[in-house]
């Protein structure tokens, strides 16, 4: 298990090293200067140069360079942005809320929607209850995400006009960002009416998170399913059913602690998808979190933003498959075999 | 084993729909808010004092809303009304401009500082002075640029400016200004709490001035939040009566169509600068009231013609000929605009209707830049700001129409834009080949269009985004202001029109219309046609108050 912990950790140094490489050799070759480019420092006066100069490694060869930028990174210095002048990794605290808001309620919606579904189709295996399972999660898995959250826009929003279309909350509720998270946010606040606001606050959520949460929810449905299909037709179920033991005891005593786990850890690999739909979900309900930021910045050519963009969102993501691994090979032992054997 | 599992399914059933309901509890989608107006503005303002600037949506958020100026201009009638001076009175050589302060006028109030006394002649002299007197400890804060003003020349026009008493105060001109009265109405000569000045120089944080404003106007600056909103909070000592609303928030929303569906769902109640590809839709929305304007705007391309080959006339010719003037107004503005021929509106008194017309004609110009030389053609920078104005709802696809038609004449075109702010800033080093920009006249005097566009004074303070400096045609426009009588500065304004129509710093491009759109229930609104934005009498119809209750 250690071994194969050692294994796993060594691929991310290397993963992320690679990655690292990769937006540095962006930064070069960005238009503009190289010390204003990796800094964000815009005209700097000579002394602030040098200082930069200094601070990455300019002078050297380009693997001082790189690894000085390596250096910079990790301990959180992102450099300023080119349009606010702000240090971009006080931005990014700003926006990340945002965004991890969003991608939990999508999360929660999926798990809460996903695992029942695949429960029901594997029970249900090949009668009409199951047929309806996959034809859903084929649908969904086939719908592009931002094409759904236009539909549900004109319909809901524009048509209907039940929900809000835009931003995280109304602006007349005077909530003060403390944490970042609006409801946690409203709770804290000193507003009137927070239930009102909190209403608010969900009317707004829904749409994002119900459209993130589609293709999600699809894939959870799906591996729930076959997990529990697997685990439905062992002997233990079968011996367990000869004894007499109530359905509901058996699916839900036995069958599913048993089918759940690597079906949640094979769940978080999903969080990539989830991110990357997040972004462009972010994007069309104008959901002030990271993806919105990345694409202003996009917009701007804020070219320090836009990398160390690159690198948090890559990293993380590189970060959760990694952990994921580890935890899929410590909660099922019959995996570590094969990775034993392929060692 | 299925048909074991078909006898007990809906037991088993249970618990999964009660999971699933209980993640998706109702909604039923008529929350309702606090009472106060929310308007989608369209950018973000680059300072909260309106004296720095000349962007419309900098002077949209601040000079209505947190300021006044001495006298205010009335859209409607079209003459100057009493504004932080109840009567003034020109001597009879029109040099010297007595103003009688109103009495009563308080100034606000925030976190760090309580005003101790009210407005009166000091806030007066401290507010233009400085402006134009280069020692004043204020002068230099936040870049010392003043563009509005350095465009008018108000720093050589002022002799001095003298108390008389606390609540008059009197202004020396050095020479005939027959604009003079409207610049003091125009959003950018707003009046600031000289007590707050010294205040915060004894803190020592000076520059706090125009970051944390404090004014006379309607509302009070709570909080503002980059690229995200503004929060105002009604001025209960408001002298012209306290606000109705009792909170305004600017929600900026960059995009128009996120602007119109926060409209339709109600997130925003008033929204700037609905494009003209959109007002199909409001129209045929009955929540909605779409305000049209005829708008005192123009919208240009200019060349900086200090640099080669737009040193040269004929290049520029060649360019006014290559360019299809129609088939922008008509894919951009969508025909919600005319086509310009003069930097004038058609509707302004003073308009030329003599002038040249360039009309589309690629072989012409062709020819023009074979003649200057440049017959197998160029590349060049075409700078264009991703935000939409009034007089240009789309610069980026104005661009890219310029980009195609000039590609037609072998010039090469790159595209070049960055975020307001930035651009701005940026346009003020001259490191631009050509710009598309544009102009929102202040008030209806001619003037407006020419000195802050084209006077060599304008060249420093960003007005002038051509590097265009001809003193005979600073000549002919000062002579304009110094003739009070309209019939006798007609000729005036006709000869610098023409002129500019030879030389072409700039090509005019289109006057845009102006529209507001908000819903039915918020009144108290009416479009200015010179820009600006004002929520001071701004209220919501009670019935529907009632209904939403």
Redesign the interface.
């Known amino acids: 298990m250690w071994f194969y912990i050692v294994r796993r950790f060594n691929l991310f140094v290397l993963t992320v090293a690679v990655l690292y490489f990769l937006v540095f050799l962006m930064i070069n070759a960005m238009p503009g200067e190289l010390a204003t480019n990796i800094s964000g420092h815009v005209n700097p006066s000579v002394e602030q140069h040098e200082q930069l100069v200094q601070q990455y490694q300019l002078d050297k060869n380009w693997f001082n360079q790189y690894i000085s930028f390596i250096n910079q990174r990790i301990h959180g210095d992102f450099g300023l942005s ?3 002048a702000q240090p971009i990794f006080d931005e990014m605290l700003k926006v990340l809320p945002a965004t991890i808001e969003l991608c939990f309620y999508a999360l ?2 999926a798990l ?2 996903g ?2 579904m695949g ?2 189709g594997a ?5 009409f209850s199951d047929h309806t399972v996959l034809g859903i999660s084929l649908i969904g898995y086939s719908i592009p995400v931002f094409w759904l959250a236009m539909l549900a ?1 004109m319909y809901f ?2 048509k209907l ?7 995280r909350l ?5 909530v003060d960002a403390i944490t970042g998270f609006t409801f946690i946010d409203i709770l804290l606040s000193d507003i ?2 927070k239930r ?1 606001a909190l ?2 606050a ?2 707004h959520l ?1 749409m994002p998170a119900l459209t993130l949460a589609l293709l999600p929810t699809t894939v959870v449905a799906r591996i729930m399913r076959t997990a529990m299909l697997e685990e ?1 037709n062992a002997n233990y179920i ?1 011996a367990s ?1 000869a004894r007499g033991l ?3 005891t058996i ?2 005593r036995h069958a599913l602690p048993n089918a759940i786990q690597p079906v949640l850890a094979q769940v978080s690999l999903q969080l990539s998808t989830i991110l990357t739909s997040a972004m462009v979900i972010e994007v069309i309900f ?1 959901w ?1 979190g990271i993806g919105n930021w990345l694409m ?1 910045a996009i ?3 804020d070219y320090p933003v836009i990398s160390a963009g690159i690198l948090v969102c890559a990293g993380f993501i590189i970060l959760v498959s990694v952990l994921s691994d580890i935890f899929l090979i410590a909660t099922t032992p019959q995996r570590r075999s094969a990775v034993y054997g392929s060692s | 084993m299925i048909n074991w599992f078909k006898k007990n399914f809906k037991m088993s059933l249970l618990p999964v729909i009660l999971m699933m309901t209980a993640c998706n509890p109702n909604f039923d989608g008529t929350a309702h808010l606090t009472p106060g107006v929310v308007y989608c503005s369209e950018g973000d303002p680059t300072t909260f004092n309106p004296q720095l600037t000349t962007s419309g949506t900098t002077t949209d958020a601040t000079s209505y809303q947190l300021y006044n100026r001495l006298v205010e201009y009335d859209p409607e009638l079209g003459v100057i009304q009493p504004g932080l001076a109840h009567l003034w009175h020109i001597n009879e050589n029109g040099k010297i401009y007595t103003f009688y302060l109103r009495k009563g006028v308080k100034f606000h109030q925030n976190h760090g500082f309580t005003p101790s006394r009210e407005f009166n002649a000091d806030d007066v002299l401290f507010s233009f002075n400085r402006i134009i007197e280069l020692s004043h400890p204020y002068h230099h804060i936040s870049g010392g640029l003043y563009p509005f003003f350095e465009s008018v020349g108000f720093g050589q026009l002022i002799d001095k400016i003298t108390k008389v008493n606390d609540h008059m105060v009197t202004i020396h001109l050095k020479e005939k200004d027959s604009s003079f009265l409207a610049n003091l109405a125009a959003n950018f000569a707003v009046v600031l709490s000289q007590e707050y000045g010294d205040f915060l120089l004894e803190k020592n944080q000076p520059q706090l001035i125009d970051s944390q404003p404090i004014g006379t106007g309607p509302f009070v600056l709570d909080s503002y939040f980059q690229s995200n909103h503004i929060r105002y909070k009604p001025n209960p000592h408001y002298w012209d009566g306290p606000p109705k609303i009792e909170q305004l928030v600017y929600d900026i929303t960059p995009n128009s169509t996120s602007r119109i569906a926060k409209l339709m769902t109600g997130d925003c109640d008033v929204s700037a600068l609905p494009q003209s590809s959109e007002l199909d839709i409001l129209r045929s929305n009955i929540k909605l009231e779409l305000q049209i304007q005829t708008g005192f705007n123009v919208a240009y391309w200019a060349f900086n013609t200090e640099r080669a080959p737009f040193d040269n006339i004929l290049v520029r010719k060649a360019l006014a000929h290559a360019i299809n003037k129609k088939a922008i107004v008509e894919a951009v503005y969508y025909g919600s605009a005319t086509i310009a021929d003069s930097i004038l509106p058609p509707l302004s008194w003073a308009y030329n209707e003599q002038l040249t017309t360039y009309h589309y004609n690629p072989e012409r110009a062709r020819q023009l830049l074979e003649q200057a030389g440049y017959g197998d053609g160029f590349t060049m920078d075409l700078w264009a700001a991703p935000v939409q104005r009034i007089y240009n709802p789309n610069a980026i696809k104005t661009a890219e129409l310029l980009q195609g038609q000039l590609a037609k004449v072998g010039i090469k075109v790159n595209i070049i834009s960055y975020g307001w702010s930035v651009f701005i800033q940026k346009l003020n080093s001259f490191d631009y080949d050509s710009v598309l920009l544009g102009w929102t006249a202040d008030n209806a005097d001619p003037d407006n269009f020419f000195r802050p566009l084209f006077s060599c004074a304008a060249i420093n303070s960003g007005g002038n985004r051509s590097n265009w400096c001809r003193p005979t045609f600073d000549d002919i426009v000062s002579q304009a202001i110094a003739e009070t009588d309209q019939a006798k500065r007609v000729p005036l304004y006709h000869q610098a029109q023409q002129k500019l129509n030879q030389t072409l710093p700039l090509i005019p491009i289109a006057h845009a219309l102006r529209f507001q759109v908000k819903h039915r229930t918020i009144k108290g609104m009416p479009l200015n046609p010179y820009g600006g934005v004002s929520f001071a009498k701004t209220y919501r119809k009670k019935a529907q108050q009632q209904e939403q209750k």
């Open positions: 080119f349009t606010t929660l919606v809460c929607l695992l029942p429960i029901l029970v249900r295996y090949r009668k826009i929003g524009l006009q039940w929900l809000p279309v835009a931003g109304n602006l007349l509720y005077q009137e009416n009102l209403r608010d969900f009317s829904l439905l079968k059913q109530s359905p509901a699916i839900f104008s002030p202003d917009y701007q050519r």
